[in-house]
């Protein structure tokens, strides 16, 4: 509980039973052990589903817990066949607690088709995220997710979208799905307002906003374009409000990461009949507090070929000054970014 995890599933030995230590030699030959359960280790199943239960008493967040029952991917059929009947037998006694079968140990025995872990081998001996060695001293879960983080360049909404695949591809029947589905919502729902919360009380110091670029640059009047701002330092808008100018219209805009925010095109298609134009485009966070000077522009037209001329023109024709040639108005102008 300490880092989250409301649903656990787990691999037991389908040799699972419980015993006690007996110091009569007549044990030596199984290490001390006097078996108190039957073949099928069901006491031991019921003592753990037990422990399940009073558990989930006293953290109601918590969904649950299953057991997937393996075998020895090195024995021979006769013997794998024994232990998948075996936890065939437990599923159908204990269904809420056994859910599956599966086979360990080497994997090029039984004709397994897998080669993710021999390809990693290759440049990695020891991998402590996928093999788990517990020589390493590795006993937590969120390493696994830090990993997938870092690795594949994820941001929140991707792992909230990994969250949920853990609970809608388990094991889990339909209904019990539907009850994990929400106390997990519950649960990230809780999370977000207490990362909001803490974030909104960051303050930053000497922290200056730049705008590098912004794309697209071009539009047709209709609006509703996303337009991307790309720069550094936009955390300062953080809880705070974000507003797009146009000249003097204003669109809401985004916050999406440290580096860039969304803006929406405005609609001018209910304006006057010029073709094309280009106007100003500020961005302000943080109440217009902070002015960044930068050259951008912004071209709405309802002729795409307009577009094209437009930065023709814009090569051979850079000023500061407005021009107008064959309907197209042009505005070269210093944009105030406001942050």
């Avoid at 409000?241 to 219209?249: A, E, Q, R, S």
């Amino acid at each position: 509980m300490d880092e989250n995890v409301q649903y656990l599933e787990t691999k037991s030995s389908s040799s699972n039973k419980l015993y006690v230590l007996d110091p009569d030699r007549s044990y030596l030959v199984k290490n001390g052990k006097r078996f108190i359960d039957n073949d099928l280790g069901e006491l031991e199943l019921q003592f753990t589903n037990e422990v399940v239960q009073k558990f989930k008493q006293n953290n109601p967040n918590f969904v649950g817990y299953k057991r997937i029952i393996n075998s020895y991917r090195g024995k021979d059929e006769q013997y794998i066949l024994k232990n998948a009947k075996k936890a065939l037998t437990l599923f159908e006694k204990y269904p809420d607690l056994v859910s599956g079968f599966d086979l360990v140990a080497e994997e090029d025995k039984g004709s397994a088709t897998s080669s993710g872990y021999y390809l990693s081998s290759v440049w990695n001996t020891y991998c402590t995220i996928l093999t788990i060695l517990l020589l390493f001293g590795y006993d937590e879960f969120t390493v696994d997710w830090y990993e997938a983080f870092m690795s594949w360049g994820l941001n929140l909404a991707d792992l909230r979208h990994l969250a949920f695949n853990s609970l809608r591809y388990s094991s889990l029947s339909s209904s019990e799905k539907n009850v994990a589905y929400q106390k997990w919502k519950l649960s990230y729902d809780s999370f977000i307002l207490n990362t909001k919360t803490i974030a909104c009380k960051q303050t930053f110091q000497n922290t200056s906003p730049h705008i590098f670029r912004i794309f697209p640059q071009e539009s047709d009047t209709k609006g509703g374009t996303k337009i991307q701002v790309f720069g550094r330092n936009f955390h300062v808008a953080i809880c705070k409000k974000i507003i797009c100018k146009f000249d003097d219209m204003k669109t809401t805009g985004t916050f999406v990461y440290s580096h860039r925010i969304m803006c929406h095109s405005p609609d001018l298609s209910h304006g006057n009949t010029i073709h094309s134009r280009a106007k100003i485009i500020d961005h302000l966070l943080d109440g217009g507090l902070t002015y960044i000077q930068n050259i951008y522009f912004f071209v709405f037209s309802n002729n795409p070929y307009q577009f094209l001329i437009f930065w023709i023109m814009t090569i051979c024709h850079f000023t500061s000054t407005d021009k107008r040639s064959n309907g197209l108005v042009q505005k070269y102008l210093i944009a105030d970014h406001r942050l």
